[in-house]
């Protein structure tokens, strides 16, 4: 796989949110050594609407190229939905790239290396009772199994008696972002690791 990872970064060389204006690098590892490859500026204009911002994130992904790996401290909503689209590997780190490049590369790798898709079952819940259930979907999102997201949280989420689920992921899934916007659940996500999320969903209660 290439050694390529584009990095947005702000003030001082750290990285910085995908909304606020900076500075996008790419860095490529060649003889063991990181080096900057190209650079090139990004500022969001989310104030322009959502076609113009979907246009901005489009051009960004055209300029990625055979890089599919991309870092910034937070990246969320339309950026992170086509970047992902994109087939991107969209990681959050708060910092200096030197001090998670190689992690990144390791980690893309490993993923690279996993085991074949159809070893992988659909996951199932652990019921934990009163409606309450627990899933990881951290290997289906890891391993392109052709197995989604939706389609393992959806049935879940429209059981009649459902409450609360607890879902351990490595992303956030962009169309549940979307469908607690102005869905009957709400949603808490907790960073557990740089590659980690706990998600809990619950069912809001009616009147509220």
């Not at 049935?155 to 469908?179: G, K, M, S």
């Amino acid at each position: 796989m290439t050694k390529e990872i584009a990095v947005h970064t702000g003030e001082g060389g750290e990285t910085a949110a995908i909304d606020v204006p900076g500075t996008i690098v790419f860095y490529r590892k060649q003889m063991g050594i990181w080096g900057v490859e190209r650079t090139r500026d990004f500022a969001l204009a989310p104030e322009k609407g959502l076609r113009e911002m979907r246009k901005q994130v489009a051009e960004l992904v055209a300029d990625l190229g055979d890089c599919k790996v991309f870092v910034a401290s937070a990246v969320n909503g339309v950026p992170y939905f086509e970047l992902e689209k994109a087939g991107s590997s969209v990681w959050e780190f708060a910092g200096k790239p030197q001090d998670f490049l190689d992690y990144v590369l390791e980690k893309e790798e490993e993923s690279a290396q996993a085991i074949a898709p159809e070893s992988i079952v659909m996951p199932v819940p652990e019921n934990l009772g009163k409606g309450c259930y627990r899933i990881s979907i951290k290997e289906i999102q890891e391993t392109g199994t052709g197995i989604t997201s939706k389609q393992v949280l959806q049935p879940i989420l429209r059981q009649e008696n459902f409450h609360q689920l607890e879902v351990i992921c490595n992303h956030i899934p962009p169309w549940l972002e979307a469908d607690m916007m102005g869905g009957s659940f709400s949603c808490v996500s907790k960073k557990i690791t740089p590659s980690e999320s706990k998600v809990v969903i619950r069912k809001k209660k009616h009147g509220k």
